[in-house]
């Protein structure tokens, strides 16, 4: 018996190593030395009653893991670099398991590359009555039986092991974006956003600044615009602003300051990223797209001014939900011809009136979104 815990603590010892060895934080390659020497001395000691049956299967066990975490198949790898490196709080998960090198090498073969085209409204044709082709069953999930009082639906289906919504906005003329009563200092949960401006759907909205990852979800990113009010003008960098005009046209922009989309006629907007489809065409993406795998929000607009609004749940392990090339092969499949991703993970979240539909899970696994500082409304 106490060889067999011998060599569960030398597995798992020799498991630190090779995790501490490749790590990008210096204390955990100097741990890793430090253990490599306890180890030695473990094996020295106890050299003749290590090798068994027990051992040989205890190892195997250890080998897989570190197969798994550095062999040649980069599933896993992809998965915790991409999905890490994109969020505001947790991008010490992939440095703790790998170095600067293999971070960079795994985020240049999962990547997006953005149209550099710009949109063309003249695409969009907002109508109040939809023809639809019978024998296409996306189409006919969104039409069918579609009544004229009906001025929204759900639908709910799963992509893979996650639950996923797709709210179908008619009228794009009654959306708009909503603030928290907060903004600037901290965000509001959006389930309270809703029930304040009495809105029948609503998602959350644009990407924030999260300093030192406090979470308080007041700062909006880039360029905001509520209502024909400016709320921000940041500069936007590499993000871009998805905004609707008072028809509900709903545009993508890239480099634009909030006073030139007013001059547009956009007034509603957000900052976020990346542009799933823009005319129609999806956006190139390589492996995961480079944003991982989690929780998602997006929204696209048919050619027939018809919104879609899309949050695909995480698991409970928060290791489930769906990259961006997925999020946007479900909008495309819908008849989206534009579309972005708004902010996901923890934000992404779903509420029909005053009830939240979706179920998110935050950084402690549990069940709860966080505040943030918009969301996109649908208000009759």
Request: glycine fraction near 6%; proline fraction near 2%; hydrophobic fraction near 40%.
């Amino acid at each position: 018996m106490k060889y067999r815990l011998l060599n569960i603590i030398i597995s798992l010892l020799l498991i630190l190593i090779v995790i501490g060895s490749n790590s990008s934080y210096a204390i955990f390659n100097i741990i890793a030395f430090l253990l490599f020497i306890i180890v030695l001395l473990l094996v020295f000691k106890a050299r003749e009653r290590l090798f068994n049956t027990f051992s040989i299967f205890i190892y195997l066990i250890s080998f897989g893991v570190l197969f798994l975490l550095y062999g040649p198949i980069s599933n896993i790898r992809d998965f915790l670099i991409t999905t890490s490196m994109n969020t505001m709080r947790h991008q010490y998960i992939a440095k703790f398991f790998y170095n600067e090198d293999t971070i960079r090498n795994t985020l240049d073969k999962n990547f997006y590359i953005e149209s550099n085209d710009e949109m063309d409204n003249s695409l969009i044709n907002i109508t109040n009555s939809f023809t639809y082709d019978k024998n296409n069953s996306f189409e006919r999930e969104l039409f069918d039986s579609l009544k004229e009082t009906e001025d929204y639906r759900i639908i709910r289906f799963k992509h893979k092991n996650s639950n996923a919504y797709l709210a179908i906005i008619y009228d794009p003329s009654k959306i708009e974006v909503a603030l928290s009563k907060y903004a600037l200092n901290s965000g509001e949960y959006v389930i309270d956003m809703a029930r304040r401006l009495n809105a029948r759907v609503s998602i959350n909205g644009g990407r924030f600044i999260d300093p030192a990852g406090s979470s308080l979800g007041g700062n909006p990113e880039g360029v905001t615009i509520v209502n024909g009010n400016i709320i921000t003008d940041y500069d936007c960098y590499n993000l871009a602003i998805v905004g609707f005009n008072k028809d509900g046209v709903m545009s993508l922009h890239k480099h634009k300051s909030a006073k030139e989309l007013l001059d547009e006629g956009v007034f509603n907007a957000v900052t976020s990223i990346p542009i799933l489809i823009l005319n129609g065409e999806k956006t190139y993406m390589e492996g995961n797209g480079g944003f991982g795998v989690t929780a998602r929000t997006a929204i696209g607009q048919r050619k027939d001014g018809v919104v879609l609004m899309l949050v695909i749940d995480t698991n409970d392990l928060r290791t489930g939900g769906a990259t961006i090339s997925e999020v946007a092969d479900i909008l495309y499949n819908y008849g989206a011809i534009n579309a972005i991703a708004l902010d996901g993970g923890t934000s992404s979240v779903m509420i029909e009136k005053d009830k939240m539909i979706n179920t998110p899970i935050n950084a402690s696994l549990e069940h709860k979104t966080r505040p943030i500082p918009t969301a996109i409304i649908y208000k009759k």
